[in-house]
């Protein structure tokens, strides 16, 4: 066991922010100590908020290694095409992350990027990592600067939704009628838990090394999440399940405790269930359809959300948003930089596409907007149109490359029927 040299202190509670109806467009996060008092004086309810709507925005775009600067200029045709046929103004501005950062200023994620994304409405962020990087020490890995911009930018917030859509069905490796109408949301607390928890390291304790890691959570982190998952269930289908290991972990036990407080006195229309983090994983692949909304801690998030993804047959096909309590949101897809097929033009540009989408909808106040995104993916797939990762063998569909996958959409956005609520153009009005 570790000597006493070593034992885990707990920390001062993370950083906590007002959740406001409007996001400032340039701020840091700054301690309070006065975190109770000024909880009481907000509404106890959660809001997803985002900035006022208006005619113009600020978006970060940070294209990051591997295909994301593909996908990321196939999504900046769609936007465009977007943006132009809503009457609404998106002003793009590339900064630097992970490893085309480190390449350039030797830092995963420098200082004048951070700055750049507190200062946008949003950021829209495509992936990260390589080979090439794997050997850097800890500070200059790519991954060290996806965590340090989700720290620095009080992202404590994860939802990555997992929707098998019917032109992919087969795409799944399981069966059809085991996931046909999986439509589930995952909520997982990003920025606490054992990837944040300190002290960490490693030691050398009687002559042998011994690695360690903490988790912890302290209750104003369990509550913040809490409240998002029940403002995600409450505007979904009323049913959250909060995923633990209660049963061997006091930090699972108190995030329980916790999560039921919260729901029970302020979201009393939500419908709230608790399962093991080991159920759950087997949960969701023999019967997913029992899940709408899943709220857990990082690490039960990281692994939980990623199994989830598959149902879809995909990564290429997922998006999600990390968000805080005010300041810019981050929505990138869920894949990986897939340095394999780097500036081969085969990548899978859908998946940050529909991140836009929710960037419209959660950061962007544009729900009608985002609505348009999505039904534009799903009819470029009903146009039989794919891209290698999800071509079937003998499905009669094309394959299609990133850029033309992009074109394509845009293509559709600028001709489909605009959901109600959607701006038009003077041209579309003329029509």
Request: aromatic share 4%.
């Amino acid at each position: 066991m570790l000597s006493s040299t070593h034992a885990f202190v707990l920390q001062p509670p993370a950083t906590t922010f007002s959740i406001t109806s409007s996001r400032p467009k340039s701020s840091s996060p700054t301690t309070t100590t006065a975190t109770h008092q000024s909880r009481q004086a907000q509404q106890r309810r959660s809001s997803l908020s985002a900035v006022s709507r208006k005619d113009s925005y600020d978006v970060t775009l940070l294209p990051g290694d591997g295909i994301g600067p593909e996908i990321t200029e196939a999504t900046k045709v769609v936007l465009e095409a977007l943006s132009k046929r809503c009457g609404f103004e998106l002003k793009l501005t590339e900064a630097l992350i992970g490893g085309a950062a480190i390449d350039a200023v030797n830092d995963p994620f420098p200082p004048e990027s951070l700055s750049q994304c507190l200062a946008s409405d949003s950021v829209l962020l495509a992936c990260i990592g390589g080979y090439q990087w794997d050997t850097n020490p800890r500070e200059l890995r790519p991954e060290t600067g996806l965590l340090r911009m989700r720290k620095q930018m009080g992202l404590f917030a994860n939802l990555r939704p997992a929707k098998v859509l019917p032109q992919l069905i087969d795409a799944s490796t399981l069966k059809p009628e085991v996931v046909k109408d999986v439509d589930l949301m995952v909520v997982r607390e990003l920025t606490g838990d054992v990837y944040f928890g300190t002290p960490k390291g490693i030691t050398v304790v009687d002559g042998q090394r011994v690695g360690f890691n903490n988790m912890i959570y302290s209750e104003s982190e369990i509550d913040r999440i809490a409240r998002v998952a029940g403002d995600v269930a409450s505007k979904r289908n009323g049913k959250l399940c909060s995923v633990d290991k209660a049963n061997v972990l006091d930090v699972s036990q108190l995030w329980r405790d916790v999560v039921t407080k919260v729901i029970a006195s302020d979201f009393p229309d939500v419908q709230l269930s608790h399962m093991y983090v080991d159920n759950a994983a087997m949960q969701l692949i023999r019967w997913p359809k029992q899940f709408d909304t899943i709220v857990c801690g990082n690490i039960f998030g990281d692994i939980l959300s990623d199994e989830a993804s598959m149902l879809v047959g995909s990564l290429g096909m997922l998006p999600s948003a990390s968000i805080g309590e005010s300041g810019p949101g981050v929505f990138e897809p869920c894949h990986g930089s897939a340095p394999d097929i780097a500036g081969q033009d085969k990548a899978n540009p859908l998946a940050m596409i529909l991140s836009a989408a929710m960037m419209l909808q959660y950061d962007l106040d544009r729900p009608d907007e985002a609505r348009l995104l999505e039904q534009a993916v799903e009819a470029v797939l009903d146009q039989g149109y794919r891209t290698a990762d999800i071509k079937q063998e003998g499905d009669g569909c094309k394959l299609i490359g990133c850029k033309q996958m992009g074109e394509a959409v845009a293509k559709i956005v600028a001709e489909i029927e605009l959901p109600t609520g959607a701006s038009a153009t003077t041209a579309d009005v003329n029509a």
